[in-house]
Each structure stands twice: as structure tokens, then as C-alpha cells.
């Protein structure tokens, strides 16, 4: 593999917005001068179902055109996720993989319950941030803002100024301002080990 | 000239090049993984950023046909469509090619049923490759968006007169945000330029009335046949001027293939479409533990480039080609079948293998590839192997 | 058979003569064959519209416009003309299908 190329698995369920995460990350990297390609992996179209998004990073050109079976950055939006095989969200993790989760819980617990013994983990509770923060329970844009304080990928910053400007087009400021305090509280309530 | 660095779909960047070409008609029905494509177009349209008549048909047939009347008119016209959508437009695929108008149509490409399956493969442009069209290949968002604006200048050259096929893969390219860099709209549209509406026959001119598709028997319909191949001997002479104005214009520089790292290979892998970038990555980690190995990567499929092929191929040991589809009952896949007799007559041939793989969007990671490759070179070192191999499948 | 070279045909292989069916002369075989009594003939041109091919011969030039006959060489003896002619003057119908004694 090309060097200097983060590779981020997002898995959520249809609906907490793993696809536009994946994307969304993929597209604000740009301003850093990054390459970038972000994609999900369709499959029935339902809310609920498990999804799995994919976010590449890189300071040259991406070619690969796989999923992410290695990945360097494992990002949880739904914790029920974490027992379910089929999900399989430790799947070719490494010592050196950082898992993100959204959750009540502590990082303790989740690395019993994922059963890994290396790696990070950091847990934060996105889905309460959300629902405080712009009144739905959708805990992909405070996982972002979670990422940036872990990630060498994106700034808090670029984070914030990206969303402002790509929300722009379809919400209100009201909308917008609710995602930049979801993503601020987000980088500073993270817990780590 | 200055660039614009963006993140966009495959399908959003096909849509903006085609906004930037101002095309007079577009007929569309749905079908995934297209439709997000004319979704974003007809977002242009709404917007009034781009003055298209949009017709929304009731099939693929329709489309294609719709397709046709307008481009026999002289309009500019598009239509986009995938996997089952292309086999329901068959007949009229062929027509638009006989009848010589200059259509574009993305093929975004995605497996035949049955079973259903949204997911990429080639089996359906393939079943199209004798319809008489020109057929470019991509590999990336860039690769589509740079050939859906380069494709009316070949379309419409008045040497060419040829509808052109782009084929991007589904859901890989064309639901995947990548970078790239795309021109700014008048830019663009320096370089695609308005069709001369003046060129040819309309069917709109009352002064010069003329039939369109009459019933053309064993008198005439070889010669018409005839001067189809003709125009596809042409075309490709064309096509390699518009890939060198463009490499001028934007530093992208395309040719009827590409060669990576083919220089000293002693093993070459031949491959369309994203899993070409897959392959480069896993090329530059065997290179670094010795193994001589490149790829072949074809952007134009129709025509075929035959001489060229058997000449940069020629040099080789093994030559490992892989299909996205299978030609059930065949031998081999259809990119592989081609490649071998092009290399028929070298007076010294590689060996030549070929790989079943991906179809129905079966992920092609970099293990697979590297799998590939120690087959190559155990072929190389004598071993028997069977022709025709099958990668990544539960046997 | 055609002597015409690909290279001397039209791309696409549409035509760009209007009308050239006039060339292509259809009229060398018929088992009945239309008869105008002119007498009869209201000039409503129903035989011009429904001949499927060029058959009726009508003088456009005048004031009113005038059914003038048959050409045979393109008439096919199919009898539409005759099945379509109203009987309006005397009740009696302005084309006849009779044998062609040829």
C-alpha cells in the first residue's frame, strides 16, 4: 500500500448517516490539499439494516478501488452493532487500529465486549450529543468532531468551517449551529484509555 | 489553465462535465446505479444552469429511441443507463450505431440478473461490444469525468460520426467520492464547443428533406455494414487527437491504453476499469521485493487496438488478463479472447491466462491481485496452469 | 443488384431524395385493375389519400384540386382506392376493380 494512507471503516445502521459521514469526511479533507475518496457499501436499503462506510486519506493520489479490510480507524455510530457477528467491526484490526465507539459505556468495557486486546479505544456518547445538540438522535457529525481530537486527518477548525459550508445548501442556521456545538462537544468529551 | 479541486461521485462528475457540454436533448429513465447521475442533471436543469430538454420515458427502449430522433435532428443528445436498462435498449443500441449519430451514453456498469444484482460488473457493456459503438473505459472519477467531456469531440467529429459508450464501474466509481480536478465551466466549454448544427442532415430541414432507417435488404445492407467498420478503422486516429489536445489543455494525458510499469515486466496484467488502480498499488509492493511485474490497462475497448496491443504485449513472458464477466460456454472472457488473438500472430507469443473475477461486485482487494500474480509467475517458471482461472470464489 | 461501391453511399444509409419512390416503378403485375368513370366522381380525393402508393394522379394547379386518372406503373391492383370510394353521385361509386386483361 501507498505510504501516508489513513484508512477509516464506519459502521452504523441505515439512517444514522454512516454513507454521509464516509463522504462527508472525504470532501472536507480537501481544503488540507489531501487526496480523498469516501464510499459505503450498498446493501438492502432499510432502515435499521447494518451499513459500513469507507473514507480514504491520502497525500497522493488513491487507486485502490477495495473496501477497507485493514483498517487504521474503526468508527462505531450504533454500539448494538459491537456483538453482532455479521457487523464483524473488528474484523482485520491491528495493534496499532484506534476504535472509536458511540456509546454509554466505558473504554474498559468495550474492549471486553469487542474482545481485542491491542489498539485504542476511545468511546463518546454521540447519540446524546446529537439529541441534545440539534434535537435527533443522528451521531455521525460528533463522531467526526470525536475523530479530529484522535486523527491526524482534519483539524477541528476545517471540520467546523466545511460543515458550515456544505450544510449551507440544504439546512437553516439553526441546524447548522446545533451540528458545530455536536462536533465541538464531541472533540472534548471524548474518553480515552 | 487554472483547475478546480473537488470531491464528487462518479456519477456527479459525469453530470457536471455533461451540464459543461450543453447538450439540447437528454431522454432518461432510471436504473441504479445510474440514476443518480441524471438526478444530479436534472438538478442542473432545474436549477436552469443548463438549458436541456429533459424527456422522462417510460423504458430503456424508449430512451435510446427518443435518443435517436433527436440525434438524427442534430441535436446534442445524451442518454445514460446500466445493466438490465442497456439489455432492454438492445435493438435500438444497434440502430443508433447504424444510422451514425453522435449519442453519448455513460454505462454505469453493473452485473445482469438473475439473481438481482445492483452491484458492478461488465457483463453488460460487454454483451454490447458488436453494437457498433465506441466504447472508452475509466478508472476513477477523473478518468469518467474527463472522458464524458472528451466524448462529444469524438462523437461528433464529422470523420467519427459514432455514438461513444462510457463505461465507469457501479457503486465503485460511481457512487464513490473521490478528488480530482475538473474545469471551470467556460473552460470546459472551449474545449467541447457547440455542435454544428449546419453538418450533415437533419431530420427538421424541410429544404432538404431526407428518410431516415428505410428497409435496406440484400442489395444495400453489407455495404452499410461495410462503412460502419470503415468509420470504426477511423475513428481511432481521431480519438487519439482529442486525448492529445485535451493532455495539452489540461496535463491529463490518455492513450488508447495505459502502461504501467510495462517497461522490463516480465509479467502484465490486463485489466478495465477501478480494479486497473487496485492493481497499480499491489505492482509498486511486488516491485519493491523484485517481481517484475506491470499492467495494461485499456481505456478503448471499440475500436480495438489490436497492433498496438500485440506490440506493447509483445515482450512479456505471461500476460494474465482479467474479465468481469463470463462468457458462459465460451472460452475465456471476452477482453481476455481479444488480447489473445491479437497476440496470434507475434512470432514469439507471452503466455496467455485469463481470470474470471468480480462479477456480481465481489470485492477485488489487493490479496486477490497479489494472489494473481504469483500464479503469473509460477507460469512463468514452467508450471502448468489452466487457460481459463477463476479469482476470488468459493470452489 | 446495385453497382453503387460503399464508398459512393450515404452515411448511415439514409436517403436524401424526397420523393424517389416514383423511381422504383411497381405497376408490372396486377390481377384486377381500378376503373374511373369520371361521370361519377365527386373529386373528395379518398382514392389519393388511401393508395399506399403513388397510383392516383390528381392536377393540384387549378382552383380545386382533381382527381385525373390512374398511373399504372405504379398501381398493384389492390383495390383500396375502389373500397374507399363513396358512392355519392347517382349512388354509384366512381372506381371499379375489373380483370386486367393483359
Given at each position: 500500500m501507498a505510504a501516508a494512507t489513513t484508512e477509516i471503516r464506519w459502521h452504523g445502521r441505515g439512517g444514522q448517516g454512516a454513507k454521509t459521514a464516509a463522504i462527508f469526511l472525504a470532501e472536507a479533507?480537501?481544503?488540507?490539499g489531501k487526496h480523498s475518496q469516501g464510499f459505503p457499501e450498498y446493501g438492502?436499503?432499510?432502515?435499521?439494516a447494518p451499513v459500513r462506510g469507507f473514507t480514504r486519506i491520502s497525500d497522493a493520489p488513491i487507486r485502490l478501488h477495495c473496501s477497507i479490510a485493514e483498517p487504521d480507524y474503526v468508527i462505531v455510530?450504533?454500539?448494538?452493532?459491537?456483538?453482532s457477528q455479521a457487523a464483524g467491526?473488528?474484523?482485520?484490526?491491528?495493534?496499532?487500529t484506534v476504535f472509536l465507539i458511540n456509546t454509554v459505556e466505558t473504554p474498559a468495557n468495550i474492549r471486553k465486549r469487542l474482545g481485542i486486546k491491542g489498539g485504542k479505544v476511545h468511546t463518546v456518547d454521540a447519540s446524546l450529543i446529537a439529541q441534545e445538540c440539534?434535537?435527533?438522535?443522528?451521531p455521525n457529525m460528533p463522531m467526526i468532531g470525536a475523530l479530529a481530537a484522535v486523527a491526524?486527518?482534519?483539524t477541528l477548525e476545517n471540520l467546523v468551517a466545511s460543515l458550515v459550508v456544505r450544510f449551507k445548501k440544504k439546512f437553516s442556521q439553526a441546524v447548522i449551529d446545533g451540528n458545530v456545538t455536536a462536533v465541538e462537544r464531541a472533540y472534548k468529551e471524548l474518553v480515552s484509555e | 489553465m487554472k483547475q478546480i479541486y473537488v470531491g464528487l461521485t462518479g456519477n456527479e462528475a459525469v453530470a457536471t462535465a455533461f451540464k459543461q457540454a450543453r447538450p439540447h436533448v437528454a431522454p432518461a429513465f432510471p436504473i441504479t446505479p445510474q440514476t443518480e447521475m441524471m438526478h444530479k442533471f436534472a438538478d442542473f436543469v432545474a436549477d436552469g444552469v443548463v438549458d436541456t430538454e429533459m424527456i422522462l420515458v417510460e423504458s430503456e427502449h424508449s430512451a435510446m429511441s427518443a435518443a435517436i430522433g433527436s440525434a438524427a435532428t442534430g441535436a446534442r443528445t445524451f442518454t445514460a443507463t446500466s445493466s438490465a436498462g442497456f439489455a432492454l435498449m438492445w435493438e435500438v443500441v444497434y440502430i443508433a450505431a447504424s444510422l451514425r449519430l453522435p449519442i453519448c451514453m455513460p454505462v454505469v456498469n453493473r452485473a445482469l440478473s438473475g439473481n438481482i444484482n445492483i452491484h458492478n460488473d461488465h457483463s453488460d457493456a460487454m454483451g454490447g461490444r458488436d453494437a457498433g459503438w465506441i466504447q472508452l473505459w475509466c478508472e476513477n472519477t477523473q478518468e469518467a469525468y474527463d472522458h464524458a467531456l472528451m466524448c462529444w469531440r469524438i462523437a461528433e467529429h464529422k470523420d467519427v460520426r459514432l455514438p461513444v459508450m462510457i463505461n465507469y464501474d457501479g457503486f465503485?466509481?460511481?457512487?464513490t467520492a473521490e478528488s480530482l480536478h475538473i474545469l471551470p465551466d467556460e473552460d470546459a466549454w472551449k474545449f467541447v464547443g457547440?455542435?454544428?448544427?449546419?453538418?450533415g442532415y437533419s431530420l427538421l430541414d424541410m429544404d432538404r428533406p431526407i428518410t431516415v432507417g428505410?428497409?435496406?435488404?440484400?442489395?444495400?445492407y453489407f455495404e452499410h455494414k461495410v462503412s460502419q467498420i470503415e468509420a470504426l478503422k477511423r475513428a481511432p486516429k481521431y480519438i487519439a487527437e482529442v486525448y492529445k489536445e485535451f493532455g495539452q489543455l489540461t496535463g491529463r494525458h490518455y492513450s488508447f491504453f495505459e502502461e504501467y510499469?510495462?517497461?522490463?515486466?516480465d509479467l502484465v496484467i490486463v485489466a478495465l476499469g477501478s480494479t486497473a488502480g487496485t492493481a497499480k498499488d499491489v505492482i509498486d509492493a511486488q516491485r519493491e521485493k523484485g517481481v517484475k511485474v506491470g499492467l495494461l490497462k485499456i481505456h478503448?475497448?471499440?475500436?480495438?487496438?489490436a497492433a498496438e496491443l500485440a506490440k506493447a504485449l509483445s515482450k512479456a513472458k505471461v500476460v494474465g488478463v482479467m474479465d468481469k464477466s463470463a462468457s458462459f460456454?465460451?472460452?475465456?472472457g471476452p477482453l481476455f479472447n481479444e488480447i489473445r488473438s491479437a497476440l496470434y500472430d507475434l512470432p514469439a507469443r507471452p503466455k496467455i491466462h485469463n481470470w474470471i473475477y468480480?462479477?456480481?461486485?465481489r470485492d477485488t482487494d489487493t490479496k486477490q491481485i497479489v494472489s494473481l500474480i504469483e500464479q503469473l509467475q509460477a507460469i512463468a517458471k514452467g508450471r502448468e496452469a489452466e487457460t481459463v482461472n477463476l479469482l476470488g470464489v468459493r470452489l | 443488384m446495385s453497382t453503387i461501391p460503399t464508398s459512393g453511399l450515404n452515411e448511415g444509409g439514409?436517403?436524401?431524395?424526397?420523393?424517389?419512390?416514383?423511381?422504383?416503378?411497381?405497376?408490372?403485375?396486377?390481377s384486377n385493375v381500378p376503373q374511373w368513370v369520371p361521370e361519377n366522381c365527386?373529386?373528395?380525393m379518398f382514392c389519393w389519400i388511401y393508395?399506399?402508393?403513388?397510383?392516383v394522379a390528381i392536377d393540384s394547379t387549378g382552383e380545386k384540386t382533381v382527381m385525373t386518372g390512374f398511373?399504372?406503373?405504379?398501381?398493384?391492383?389492390?383495390?383500396i382506392c375502389a373500397q374507399h370510394c363513396p358512392p355519392a353521385a347517382k349512388g354509384k361509386a366512381a372506381i371499379v376493380m375489373v380483370r386486367d386483361e393483359k
Amino acid at each position: 500500500m501507498a505510504a501516508a494512507t489513513t484508512e477509516i471503516r464506519w459502521h452504523g445502521r441505515g439512517g444514522q448517516g454512516a454513507k454521509t459521514a464516509a463522504i462527508f469526511l472525504a470532501e472536507a479533507v480537501l481544503d488540507q490539499g489531501k487526496h480523498s475518496q469516501g464510499f459505503p457499501e450498498y446493501g438492502p436499503e432499510r432502515r435499521g439494516a447494518p451499513v459500513r462506510g469507507f473514507t480514504r486519506i491520502s497525500d497522493a493520489p488513491i487507486r485502490l478501488h477495495c473496501s477497507i479490510a485493514e483498517p487504521d480507524y474503526v468508527i462505531v455510530l450504533d454500539p448494538t452493532l459491537l456483538d453482532s457477528q455479521a457487523a464483524g467491526v473488528p474484523d482485520g484490526a491491528s495493534d496499532d487500529t484506534v476504535f472509536l465507539i458511540n456509546t454509554v459505556e466505558t473504554p474498559a468495557n468495550i474492549r471486553k465486549r469487542l474482545g481485542i486486546k491491542g489498539g485504542k479505544v476511545h468511546t463518546v456518547d454521540a447519540s446524546l450529543i446529537a439529541q441534545e445538540c440539534f434535537g435527533r438522535p443522528i451521531p455521525n457529525m460528533p463522531m467526526i468532531g470525536a475523530l479530529a481530537a484522535v486523527a491526524d486527518v482534519i483539524t477541528l477548525e476545517n471540520l467546523v468551517a466545511s460543515l458550515v459550508v456544505r450544510f449551507k445548501k440544504k439546512f437553516s442556521q439553526a441546524v447548522i449551529d446545533g451540528n458545530v456545538t455536536a462536533v465541538e462537544r464531541a472533540y472534548k468529551e471524548l474518553v480515552s484509555e | 489553465m487554472k483547475q478546480i479541486y473537488v470531491g464528487l461521485t462518479g456519477n456527479e462528475a459525469v453530470a457536471t462535465a455533461f451540464k459543461q457540454a450543453r447538450p439540447h436533448v437528454a431522454p432518461a429513465f432510471p436504473i441504479t446505479p445510474q440514476t443518480e447521475m441524471m438526478h444530479k442533471f436534472a438538478d442542473f436543469v432545474a436549477d436552469g444552469v443548463v438549458d436541456t430538454e429533459m424527456i422522462l420515458v417510460e423504458s430503456e427502449h424508449s430512451a435510446m429511441s427518443a435518443a435517436i430522433g433527436s440525434a438524427a435532428t442534430g441535436a446534442r443528445t445524451f442518454t445514460a443507463t446500466s445493466s438490465a436498462g442497456f439489455a432492454l435498449m438492445w435493438e435500438v443500441v444497434y440502430i443508433a450505431a447504424s444510422l451514425r449519430l453522435p449519442i453519448c451514453m455513460p454505462v454505469v456498469n453493473r452485473a445482469l440478473s438473475g439473481n438481482i444484482n445492483i452491484h458492478n460488473d461488465h457483463s453488460d457493456a460487454m454483451g454490447g461490444r458488436d453494437a457498433g459503438w465506441i466504447q472508452l473505459w475509466c478508472e476513477n472519477t477523473q478518468e469518467a469525468y474527463d472522458h464524458a467531456l472528451m466524448c462529444w469531440r469524438i462523437a461528433e467529429h464529422k470523420d467519427v460520426r459514432l455514438p461513444v459508450m462510457i463505461n465507469y464501474d457501479g457503486f465503485i466509481i460511481s457512487h464513490t467520492a473521490e478528488s480530482l480536478h475538473i474545469l471551470p465551466d467556460e473552460d470546459a466549454w472551449k474545449f467541447v464547443g457547440p455542435k454544428d448544427l449546419k453538418a450533415g442532415y437533419s431530420l427538421l430541414d424541410m429544404d432538404r428533406p431526407i428518410t431516415v432507417g428505410p428497409l435496406d435488404l440484400t442489395d444495400y445492407y453489407f455495404e452499410h455494414k461495410v462503412s460502419q467498420i470503415e468509420a470504426l478503422k477511423r475513428a481511432p486516429k481521431y480519438i487519439a487527437e482529442v486525448y492529445k489536445e485535451f493532455g495539452q489543455l489540461t496535463g491529463r494525458h490518455y492513450s488508447f491504453f495505459e502502461e504501467y510499469r510495462t517497461d522490463d515486466a516480465d509479467l502484465v496484467i490486463v485489466a478495465l476499469g477501478s480494479t486497473a488502480g487496485t492493481a497499480k498499488d499491489v505492482i509498486d509492493a511486488q516491485r519493491e521485493k523484485g517481481v517484475k511485474v506491470g499492467l495494461l490497462k485499456i481505456h478503448m475497448f471499440r475500436p480495438f487496438p489490436a497492433a498496438e496491443l500485440a506490440k506493447a504485449l509483445s515482450k512479456a513472458k505471461v500476460v494474465g488478463v482479467m474479465d468481469k464477466s463470463a462468457s458462459f460456454g465460451g472460452w475465456g472472457g471476452p477482453l481476455f479472447n481479444e488480447i489473445r488473438s491479437a497476440l496470434y500472430d507475434l512470432p514469439a507469443r507471452p503466455k496467455i491466462h485469463n481470470w474470471i473475477y468480480g462479477l456480481g461486485g465481489r470485492d477485488t482487494d489487493t490479496k486477490q491481485i497479489v494472489s494473481l500474480i504469483e500464479q503469473l509467475q509460477a507460469i512463468a517458471k514452467g508450471r502448468e496452469a489452466e487457460t481459463v482461472n477463476l479469482l476470488g470464489v468459493r470452489l | 443488384m446495385s453497382t453503387i461501391p460503399t464508398s459512393g453511399l450515404n452515411e448511415g444509409g439514409i436517403i436524401t431524395e424526397a420523393g424517389n419512390a416514383a423511381e422504383f416503378k411497381t405497376g408490372d403485375w396486377r390481377s384486377n385493375v381500378p376503373q374511373w368513370v369520371p361521370e361519377n366522381c365527386i373529386h373528395c380525393m379518398f382514392c389519393w389519400i388511401y393508395c399506399p402508393d403513388t397510383a392516383v394522379a390528381i392536377d393540384s394547379t387549378g382552383e380545386k384540386t382533381v382527381m385525373t386518372g390512374f398511373v399504372f406503373e405504379h398501381c398493384k391492383g389492390c383495390g383500396i382506392c375502389a373500397q374507399h370510394c363513396p358512392p355519392a353521385a347517382k349512388g354509384k361509386a366512381a372506381i371499379v376493380m375489373v380483370r386486367d386483361e393483359k
